[in-house]
C-alpha cells in the first residue's frame, strides 16, 4: 500500500476523515440474520403454503368458519417471528459484551482498548498471544510473529511473519506480537464473512431439523394423491356437490399438515437461546441447543476451566548444583540475583499470559528490568544487561528464553521438558507437581537461545552440560469451588469427563484426584501416545484417548487428535477451553464451549461462550439441551400420530366410497384442543434424558401404530354411529341426509 501510517497512529482529525468517508469497520449483526430475513423465513415456510393453499380453496367455497384453520398461518408465523426476535436481541446483547476488544494506537499514546467496530482504516492494532486478528492489514513491527491460519487454509502449521506480511482477520496469533496497520475493514474485511457464519442464528445443520424436513416432504407427497382420492370419492361415489367435495378433501388434508411441530420446535429452540441467555451463556450458533443433549464425553482444559484462571507465586527454590539428591539451599542473595532474570523472561510477550503474570505481579519490583530499553542495574553479582537474543514462550515448545549482550543465556520453562528425570531438582519438581503445584524450571544455557538443541515437548538432545538448573518456580492454582459438584453431575449423567492441559501430567492428575476424577491416579503424558499420521488417529492412539480419563503435556494438534479419535469412534464430544492451543480442538469437536475471559481466537470458533467463566454452568446446559429435544420429540410424536391418522382415516373413506365425516372446522377445533395445546405444555416440561440418534425412526415407531389406531377406530365408530354413512355395498340402508351432529 502506498500510505504508511506512522509510529504514533492516527490522529483525531484522521479518525474523524475516515468516519465520514464511511471507512469504519461496521459488521453484520452477530445473529447473522435482519428482521426481514427472520419474517421471511418463518412465513414463507412450507407449512404455510400447504395451509394457505387449502385456505383459498374454502373461501371459494363461500363457507368462512371452515377456514378458522387460516388462523394456524398466522400464529404459525407471529411467534415464531416474535420468539426469534427475542433471541436475537438477546444474542445481539450478550455477544457485545462477550467479543474481543483489540488494541488500537491513536495519536501518540499507548495502544487502548476500542470495540473492533471503532477501528478506521490504517487504524494501527497491537496483537499478542491469543488475540484474534479482528481486520486485515499488513504488519508494521513485529516480534517472533506466529500466527495460525487455520481459518483461511485448513493448514493448522503457524505462520511466521514478519514486517510487511499481510495478516488476514480471522486469523488468532500463537506467539509473539506485532504492531499491524488495517487495510480492509467492515464488509471487505475477511472477518466479516466469518462472523457472519461463525455467529449466525442458524437452523442448519441439525439431525432434529433435517428429520422434520424429511417428514414434512414425505407429507407433501401423499397430500396430492390422498386429496385426489378424497374429492374423487365425494363427487362420483358419494354424490356430494363440489362446494361440499371440496370442503370435505380440505378437511382430511389439514389435519395431515403437523401445523404446530415447527412452531413447537422454534419456540423450544428459541427458549432455549434465551434461558441461557440468562446464565451468560452465549448460543453462537441454534444447534448447539441440540448438541447439548447429545453429548457423552466432555474434555476439559485444566487451566481456566477447573482451576481458577489466575496463578499466584507461591515461591522460588534455589537449586544446589552440587547436590546430586537436589538438595535445596536457602539464598536470598541468589533470589535476589535471578528476580530480574524472571521478570525479563516473563516480559517476552508484550501480554504476558497467566503464567507469567502471576510471576510479574508476585515478584519484587524495586529493581525492575528495561529489557526492551536496552539496559537495566540488578542485584549482586548481575550487573548491566542488553538483550541480544530472545524467545517468547510457545505452548508447543513449552519454554521461553532470552541471551543477554554478555553472553549469559537464561531459559524458562517446564522441568520434564527442560530437563531429564535425573537432573539437578527434577525430583523435587516432581513432589510439587504431585501435590498439585505448577512448577516451572530456571536454567542457564551454555550456548545462544537460538542455539539450545531441543525443540518442543522434548528434552534436550545435548549433554547435561547444555542446561545448569538454577531454580524452581513454584506457582500455586486453585481449583475451582463448584468443579467438583460439576464433574459428580455428569458422573451421574453417564457423560465421561477427560482432563487434557498442557502441563506436567502429574500436576494435571493431582487436581484430577482433588475432584474425585476416575483414573485421576494414573495420568498419562501425552508424549507417550502412538504417533498420528497426517492428524489421522490409528487405532493406538485411539484406544489409548478412549480408556484415559487425565493427560497431560497436551499440545493443540493432540488434543486436535483426541477429539477425532473420540468422535471416530462414536462418541459426542464437547470440547472447553481457553487458550489459543484449544482452538483446534474446540473446532473439531462436536460442540465447542469457550470461557468468556479466553483468548478472541477461543471465543470465535466456539458454538457456546461461559461469559462469566462458570465450569458450574455446564449442567444446566446439557439439561436445558436435554428439555428442548426430549419436549420436542414428545412434540413430534403427537403431530405426526394424528398425521397418520388422518391419512388412514381418508384412504377408509375414500376406499368405501363414502361421506368424509368432518368438515374443516371440525378438525381444526379437535386438533387445538386434543394436539395444539397438549403439545405446547409438554414444549416447557422438564426432561433429562439424553438425546439419541434416530429421531425420525424412533418418532415413526410410535407415530404409526398409534395414528393407524386411532384412524381405524375412528372410521368404525362413524360406520357404527351413522348407518346412513353407509357405501351402497355395505349392509344398512345408505340415505342421503344431513349429517347426524348438523
Request: proline letters at 5%; a negative charge.
Amino acid at each position: 500500500m502506498s500510505w504508511e501510517t506512522p509510529e504514533t497512529g492516527l490522529t483525531r482529525s484522521q479518525v474523524e476523515q475516515r468516519r465520514r468517508e464511511g471507512k469504519v469497520n461496521h459488521l453484520p449483526p452477530t445473529s447473522g440474520r435482519s428482521v426481514w430475513d427472520i419474517v421471511r423465513a418463518n412465513v414463507f415456510t412450507r407449512i404455510n403454503a400447504i395451509l394457505a393453499v387449502l385456505f383459498a380453496i374454502v373461501l371459494y367455497t363461500g363457507s368462512i368458519v371452515n377456514g378458522a384453520f387460516g388462523l394456524l398461518i398466522v400464529a404459525n408465523s407471529a411467534v415464531g417471528v416474535i420468539q426469534e426476535l427475542r433471541a436475537k436481541r438477546t444474542l445481539d446483547r450478550l455477544s457485545i459484551v462477550g467479543r474481543a476488544k483489540p488494541m488500537v494506537i491513536r495519536d501518540g499514546a499507548p495502544a487502548a482498548e476500542l470495540d473492533r467496530e471503532q477501528i478506521v482504516l490504517d487504524d494501527l492494532v497491537e496483537v499478542g498471544p491469543g488475540d484474534q486478528v479482528v481486520v486485515d492489514g499488513v504488519v508494521r513491527a513485529a516480534q517472533d510473529l506466529s500466527v495460525d491460519e487455520s481459518s483461511l487454509t485448513g493448514e493448522s502449521d503457524p505462520v511466521y511473519k514478519n514486517v510487511g506480511d499481510p495478516v488476514y482477520s480471522g486469523s488468532s496469533v500463537i506467539a509473539g506480537g506485532a504492531t499491524y496497520q488495517a487495510t480492509k475493514v467492515g464488509a471487505e474485511a475477511y472477518a466479516a464473512k466469518l462472523a457472519a457464519e461463525a455467529s449466525k442464528f442458524t437452523l442448519t445443520d441439525s439431525e432434529l431439523f433435517r428429520g422434520i424436513n424429511t417428514i414434512l416432504r414425505y407429507i407433501t407427497w401423499i397430500l396430492i394423491p390422498v386429496g385426489a382420492l378424497v374429492i374423487y370419492t365425494q363427487l362420483f361415489r358419494s354424490g356430494s356437490a363440489f362446494k361440499e367435495a371440496l370442503l370435505a378433501m380440505v378437511a382430511s388434508l389439514v389435519p395431515m399438515v403437523p401445523e404446530g411441530l415447527v412452531l413447537m420446535t422454534t419456540i423450544a429452540f428459541a427458549l432455549g437461546v434465551i434461558r441461557l441467555g440468562r446464565h451468560k451463556v452465549l448460543v453462537n450458533e441454534l444447534p448447539a441447543i441440540e448438541g447439548l443433549a447429545r453429548v457423552d464425553v466432555v474434555c476439559a482444559d485444566k487451566t481456566g476451566t477447573l482451576t481458577s484462571n489466575t496463578m499466584r507465586l507461591d515461591a522460588i527454590e534455589i537449586l544446589d548444583p552440587e547436590l546430586d539428591n537436589a538438595g535445596l539451599a536457602d539464598s536470598a542473595a541468589s533470589r535476589r540475583d535471578i528476580e530480574p532474570v524472571l521478570l525479563d523472561l516473563c516480559r517476552l510477550d508484550e501480554r504476558p499470559n497467566s503464567t507469567a503474570r502471576a510471576l510479574i505481579e508476585g515478584l519484587t519490583p524495586a529493581e525492575e528490568s528495561t529489557l526492551l530499553d536496552g539496559s537495566a542495574t540488578y542485584g549482586v553479582g548481575v550487573g548491566k544487561r542488553e538483550k541480544a537474543q530472545s524467545r517468547p514462550f510457545t505452548s508447543s515448545a513449552k519454554w521461553s528464553g532470552l541471551t543477554y549482550a554478555d553472553g549469559q543465556t537464561w531459559v524458562l520453562g517446564a522441568p520434564d521438558v527442560l530437563a531429564d528425570e535425573s537432573s539437578a531438582g527434577m525430583r523435587r519438581a516432581v513432589e510439587l507437581m504431585e501435590s498439585g503445584m505448577r512448577v516451572l524450571l530456571l536454567a542457564r544455557a551454555a550456548v545462544p537461545v537460538d542455539d539450545i538443541p531441543f525443540g518442543a515437548g522434548h528434552a534436550p538432545e545435548a549433554d547435561d552440560a547444555t542446561l545448569a538448573p538454577v531454580a524452581l518456580v513454584v506457582l500455586g492454582q486453585t481449583v475451582r469451588a463448584d468443579a467438583a459438584d460439576t464433574i459428580d453431575y455428569f458422573a451421574h449423567e453417564g457423560v465421561e469427563v477427560k482432563v487434557i492441559s498442557g502441563d506436567n501430567a502429574r500436576a494435571v492428575g493431582a487436581v484430577g484426584r482433588e475432584l474425585g476424577i476416575e483414573g485421576a491416579a494414573h495420568p498419562v503424558d501425552a508424549r507417550t501416545l502412538p504417533e498420528c499420521s497426517d492428524g489421522a488417529p490409528s487405532e493406538e492412539f485411539a484406544d489409548a484417548v478412549e480408556s484415559g480419563r487425565v493427560f497431560g503435556r497436551v499440545t493443540a494438534e493432540h488434543k486436535r487428535n483426541m477429539v477425532r479419535a473420540l468422535r471416530g469412534r462414536g462418541h459426542h464430544v464437547a470440547m472447553t477451553g481457553d487458550g489459543v492451543n484449544d482452538v483446534l480442538a474446540l473446532k473439531e469437536s462436536n460442540l465447542g464451549v469457550a470461557m468468556g475471559d479466553g483468548a478472541p481466537a477461543t471465543r470465535s470458533v466456539a458454538q457456546l461462550v461461559l461469559l462469566d467463566n462458570k465450569f458450574a454452568v455446564m449442567p444446566t446446559i446439557v439439561a436445558e439441551g436435554r428439555r428442548v429435544i426430549g419436549n420436542i420429540e414428545r412434540v413430534a410424536n403427537l403431530f405426526l400420530t394424528k398425521t397418520i391418522y388422518s391419512v388412514v382415516l381418508a384412504l377408509a373413506v375414500g376406499i368405501a366410497g363414502m361421506e368424509y365425516p368432518f368438515e374443516p372446522i371440525h378438525v381444526t377445533i379437535t386438533g387445538w384442543f386434543t394436539i395444539g395445546i397438549p403439545a405446547f405444555v409438554l414444549s416447557l416440561a422438564p426432561n433429562l434424558e439424553r438425546a439419541r440418534e434416530g429421531f425420525v425412526q424412533r418418532v415413526l415407531r410410535l407415530a404409526v401404530p398409534a395414528g393407524v389406531t386411532v384412524g381405524v377406530l375412528t372410521f368404525l365408530f362413524w360406520l357404527w354411529a351413522y348407518p346412513g354413512a353407509r357405501p351402497a355395498w355395505m349392509p344398512g340402508e345408505r340415505r342421503r341426509q344431513r349429517r347426524w351432529w348438523c
